[in-house]
């Protein structure tokens, strides 16, 4: 059916987008804003804040659990109906970009960041590429620019800002590297960091 995600979603792919989507589409939501001529209402105080113990947030103000809850919906309830203005896609599989696509406002932007693998293919209706407007973009390595980034993200975490180790689930040796691309297939970790 145009204009929703199709709710039967594989296993594999929902053990792999249980903690990723939640975060994306919650920290999307969070930037919305009503669009011109638009009352915007406040329909977050309706879904409960992130707690202790409910996995890596990083900023997001709501969680969307997709094993659980439609992602499409749960974004549109929280803001009013509308979608959100930006949905970052950070598990790149066509399951979770239609749902992104359909979870945008008009004229909003998917930002695809997660990496599909070269047999994926995405069907959308061309009629709603069209009609929704707005932007769909991938983002290769954050598009930052590591000179002039990479020092600025390291002030920021040294001042305190930006939790790193947050972002870090397990830290293996070289021996170890199989076994991690296993665990993030699976969506066990968020991200492994190899110590030398």
Known sequence: MAGSAPRS???????????????????ATRRWSAPPGRRRQDHRRRHRRPEAGDGPHHGATHTVNSRSTDPVEAVRELT?????DVVIDAVGRPETYRQAFYARDLAGTVVLVGVPTPEMTLELPLLDVFGRGGALKSSWYGDCLPSRDFPMLIDLHQQGRIDLGGFVTETIGIDEVERAFDRMHAGDVLRSVVVL
């Open 9 to 27: 979603t594989p296993a594999r792919w929902a053990a792999a987008t249980r903690s990723r989507s939640s975060a994306a589409a919650a920290s």
């Open 80 to 84: 009013g109906g509308f979608g959100a």
